[in-house]
C-alpha cells in the first residue's frame, strides 16, 4: 500500500505534463469498462502511440476493471433496456466490423458509450487536479522541514539513485 501511494506521488511529482496523466486516467477509465477485446487492443495501440503516462494508465485500466466485476451487470442490464431498437440492434449484428468490435453485445456497447462520454471530462479533470496538486500542495510540502531532512537523507538519496 505505501510503494502504490509513493508511486502516485511519484507520478504526481514528475516532469510529465499534466495533460499526458489526464489523458492516461480518461484512457484507463475507458480500457477498465471494456472486457478485454479488439477494442481494448485499440486503446491500448492509442496509448502507446500518444505519449500519455503508461503507469497511471496502468493503475486505472486495473482499478476500473475490479470495479466493473462489481457493476457490470447493471451496467448490461441498463444497456440491454434502452438498446431494444429492432432496426438498431440489425445494424450492430449484420454490420461485420461492428460484430468484430462485439458491439452486438450489450456489456461491450454500454461500456463503450459509457467510457466515451466520460472520456474527455475524465481527462480534463485529472489534469486540472494535477496542476493545482502542483501548483499549491507541492510547493508547500518542498518548504517543510520534515521533507528537506528526509530528502537529505543518505536513504532517499540511495533510493532516488536505484530508480
Same mark, same amino acid.
Given at each position: 500500500m505505501l510503494t502504490l501511494i !509513493? &508511486?502516485? *506521488? &511519484?507520478v504526481l511529482n514528475s516532469?510529465?505534463?499534466?495533460?499526458?496523466?489526464?489523458? !492516461?486516467?480518461?484512457?484507463?477509465v475507458l480500457a477498465g469498462l471494456l472486457p478485454f477485446g479488439l477494442l481494448t487492443m485499440v486503446i491500448l495501440l492509442v496509448v502507446c502511440f500518444f505519449t500519455i503516462n503508461l503507469s497511471t494508465?496502468?493503475? =486505472?485500466?486495473? @482499478?476500473?476493471?475490479? *470495479?466493473? #466485476?462489481?457493476? %457490470?451487470? !447493471?451496467?448490461?442490464?441498463?444497456?440491454?433496456? +434502452?438498446?431494444?431498437?429492432p432496426a438498431f $440492434?440489425? *445494424?450492430l449484428a449484420s454490420t461485420e466490423i461492428l460484430q468484430? /468490435? +462485439? /458491439? +452486438? +453485445?450489450?456489456? @461491450?456497447?454500454? !461500456?463503450? $458509450? #459509457? %467510457? =466515451?462520454?466520460?472520456?474527455?471530462? #475524465?481527462?480534463? #479533470?485529472?489534469?486540472?487536479?494535477v496542476t493545482q496538486y502542483r501548483l499549491r500542495v507541492m510547493s508547500k510540502m518542498r518548504k517543510w522541514k520534515v521533507v528537506q531532512v528526509l530528502k537529505a537523507s543518505k536513504l532517499v538519496q540511495i533510493y532516488e539513485k536505484l530508480n
Amino acid at each position: 500500500m505505501l510503494t502504490l501511494i !509513493a &508511486k502516485i *506521488l &511519484k507520478v504526481l511529482n514528475s516532469e510529465d505534463s499534466p495533460w499526458q496523466i489526464g489523458w !492516461a486516467v480518461g484512457f484507463g477509465v475507458l480500457a477498465g469498462l471494456l472486457p478485454f477485446g479488439l477494442l481494448t487492443m485499440v486503446i491500448l495501440l492509442v496509448v502507446c502511440f500518444f505519449t500519455i503516462n503508461l503507469s497511471t494508465f496502468l493503475l =486505472v485500466w486495473g @482499478v476500473c476493471g475490479g *470495479l466493473m #466485476l462489481i457493476f %457490470g451487470d !447493471a451496467l448490461e442490464a441498463f444497456t440491454w433496456q +434502452h438498446a431494444q431498437n429492432p432496426a438498431f $440492434l440489425d *445494424l450492430l449484428a449484420s454490420t461485420e466490423i461492428l460484430q468484430l /468490435l +462485439h /458491439l +452486438h +453485445h450489450t456489456l @461491450v456497447l454500454g !461500456a463503450l $458509450l #459509457l %467510457g =466515451v462520454f466520460l472520456l474527455l471530462p #475524465l481527462g480534463w #479533470l485529472s489534469s486540472f487536479l494535477v496542476t493545482q496538486y502542483r501548483l499549491r500542495v507541492m510547493s508547500k510540502m518542498r518548504k517543510w522541514k520534515v521533507v528537506q531532512v528526509l530528502k537529505a537523507s543518505k536513504l532517499v538519496q540511495i533510493y532516488e539513485k536505484l530508480n
